[in-house]
């Protein structure tokens, strides 16, 4: 039976990371911290929020939700991604947070309210986008298993990228659909940029710049020796078509004869 190893930063990193978001969300609820470090858009204070907000969760429901995919995503990159996933994760992370903080704020237009966007779903979204886009854009086989399982198991966040108005549901200003419309793309940008980078499709020996294929060739002209009952040139075909019309020809002039011949006794009877 083959072995699947685990790498050690994929049982660390996510066990840290969970870890982190609940200790904040412990020293939040006992300490009643009120105040928002989360992203505020276009405010200079909430720019605090790009490094902050994923750590900070609304209330116990929420960090529930979060943590479960937050640990199996991780688990995933740093599984099969190894050394990149670092890069992914901290990149993802700073910049989807700067275009949730670039974005207009919606939620103020609308209620004179400001925004401000908390949670880890977005370092989420970024994690699918990447696993499910680098394992297509791969096509290594193992990628691409985990690319459907992203699909299998968190496929339907999707439709979280975007407001509920667009589907005629009353919005829910608490979840921050800009949260994860910028994770998303983020995860889909960062897979097209490290696409070469790290596991890759192993190419067939034949596929290769360096395959040399003289020995293929000196195979395939002992193989037509060996078996050459199976093999016709082109002159031998020729020779063996106009055979077959001169055979054919002949029967028919010969049939003719007979024919012919048989008349003519009718005849003198």
Same mark, same amino acid.
């Given at each position: 039976?083959?072995?699947?190893?685990?790498?050690?930063?994929?049982?660390?990193?996510?066990?840290?990371?969970?870890?982190?978001?609940?200790?904040?969300?412990?020293?939040?609820?006992?300490?009643?911290?009120?105040?928002?470090?989360?992203?505020?858009?276009?405010?200079?204070?909430?720019?605090?929020?790009?490094?902050?907000?994923?750590?900070?969760?609304?209330?116990?429901?929420?960090?529930?939700?979060?943590?479960?995919?937050?640990?199996?995503?991780?688990?995933?990159?740093?599984?099969?991604?190894?050394?990149?996933?670092?890069?992914?994760?901290?990149?993802?992370?700073?910049?989807?947070?700067?275009?949730?903080?670039?974005?207009?704020?919606?939620?103020?237009?609308?209620?004179?309210?400001? !925004?401000?966007?908390?949670?880890? %779903? $977005?370092? +989420?979204?970024? &994690?699918?986008?990447? @696993?499910?886009?680098?394992?297509?854009? =791969?096509?290594?086989?193992?990628?691409?298993?985990?690319?459907?399982?992203?699909?299998?198991?968190?496929?339907?966040?999707?439709?979280?990228?975007?407001?509920?108005?667009?589907?005629?549901?009353?919005?829910?200003?608490?979840? !921050?659909?800009?949260?994860?419309? %910028? $994770?998303? +793309?983020?995860? &889909?940008?960062?897979? @097209?940029?490290?696409?070469?980078?790290? =596991?890759?499709?192993?190419?067939?020996?034949?596929?290769?710049?360096?395959?040399?294929?003289?020995?293929?060739?000196?195979?395939?002209?002992?193989?037509?020796?060996?078996?050459?009952?199976?093999?016709?040139?082109?002159?031998?075909?020729?020779?063996?078509?106009?055979?077959?019309?001169?055979?054919?020809?002949?029967?028919?002039?010969?049939?003719?004869?007979?024919?012919?011949?048989?008349?003519?006794?009718?005849?003198?009877?």
């Amino acid at each position: 039976m083959k072995k699947f190893p685990v790498h050690k930063e994929a049982i660390i990193v996510p066990v840290l990371l969970t870890s982190a978001i609940w200790l904040v969300f412990i020293v939040q609820t006992f300490m009643g911290i009120g105040e928002c470090y989360g992203i505020v858009p276009l405010s200079f204070k909430g720019l605090r929020g790009i490094i902050l907000a994923p750590l900070f969760h609304g209330n116990l429901q929420h960090i529930i939700n979060n943590t479960v995919p937050l640990f199996v995503l991780t688990f995933l990159s740093f599984q099969f991604y190894e050394k990149l996933s670092y890069f992914v994760l901290v990149n993802g992370w700073i910049i989807s947070g700067l275009v949730v903080w670039m974005l207009p704020d919606f939620t103020f237009m609308n209620s004179s309210i400001l !925004s401000c966007h908390i949670g880890a %779903s $977005g370092i +989420i979204y970024v &994690l699918a986008f990447f @696993l499910f886009f680098s394992g297509v854009l =791969r096509k290594e086989k193992n990628l691409m298993a985990i690319s459907l399982i992203v699909v299998f198991l968190y496929g339907g966040i999707v439709w979280g990228m975007f407001p509920k108005e667009i589907f005629g549901l009353p919005e829910d200003n608490r979840i !921050s659909w800009e949260s994860h419309l %910028s $994770g998303g +793309i983020t995860g &889909l940008i960062l897979a @097209l940029m490290l696409r070469k980078i790290g =596991r890759q499709r192993e190419k067939a020996h034949w596929e290769k710049k360096e395959y040399d294929a003289s020995a293929d060739e000196e195979l395939w002209e002992r193989y037509k020796k060996e078996y050459s009952e199976y093999f016709h040139d082109e002159k031998n075909n020729a020779e063996d078509e106009a055979k077959e019309v001169e055979k054919n020809i002949n029967y028919i002039y010969e049939y003719k004869d007979k024919g012919e011949s048989s008349s003519e006794k009718k005849d003198d009877l």
